[in-house]
């Protein structure tokens, strides 16, 4: 490949990725637990999944998913802040209900 066309790609390499990053919120444990639990939401047949515009019903990929929620709450004790915490805590308990109203 001749330098010009690498300079190139990584040009556009560079813009793709300012244009993600503009879309996307900044990465935290707090989105990550958020984008979590609307997984979980989503595969409790609860909403709509985004990408084929179809509600789907897995529940036990709901419960695996509640279940590694569960996990990360426990290897992160004493390493999250009160805000994360209870963020954590309160969707745990919400998710656990909405499993036991739909799964169960």
Known sequence: MAE??????????????????????????????????????MNLGLVENPVTKKTEKEPAVAKQTIDLIALLKDKTKGNLTDEETKLVEDVLHELRVWYCKVAV
């Open 4 to 41: 010009n066309e690498t300079g190139a790609n990584e040009e556009k390499g560079k813009e793709e990725s300012t244009e993600l990053s503009k879309e996307l919120p900044p990465l935290d444990f707090s989105t990550f637990i958020l984008s979590l639990s609307t997984s979980v939401v």
